[in-house]
């Protein structure tokens, strides 16, 4: 039987590996420089807010006005022209991948996270990584 006998440069390579493994991982799983934001989508347009925005956004769709709050840290829609209002019936969105949609009126609202203004975008990164991206 052949007995494995470990050299000092097997240990400095495992040890590197580990180490590679360990930053790699550090840097794909941080969450460093994002927050949490409100995303409104209408028809060709677009509103990003901070969570903790107190806002009220009138999104144009093909049916008409659609009346979108943003207090509290909750989004909701308050109105809309469609004629079976679930989107008002489903009340506030708040955590991180929920979100809402009117469906005939184009609009959908998500909750996210994005970096600040001003970071550099990476090739690929959409910025938000919302439920509905």
Known sequence: ???TVFKPLDFGALGLA???TVVVTVMLYAQ????TRILITGEGDQWIFPQDA?????VPGPLGDTLVSVQDGKARVLSSP??????VAAGAIQAHGQWLACLPNHVLVSIGTSRPEGAAD???DR???GAAW
């Open 32 to 35: 460093r420089g994002t927050e």
């Open 1 to 3: 039987m052949h007995k």
């Open 127 to 129: 910025g938000l990584d």
């Open 122 to 124: 990476e090739p690929g």
């Open 18 to 20: 580990m180490s590679i």
């Open 82 to 87: 469609c004629t079976n209002q679930t989107c």
């Open 54 to 58: 107190a806002e009220l956004v009138i």
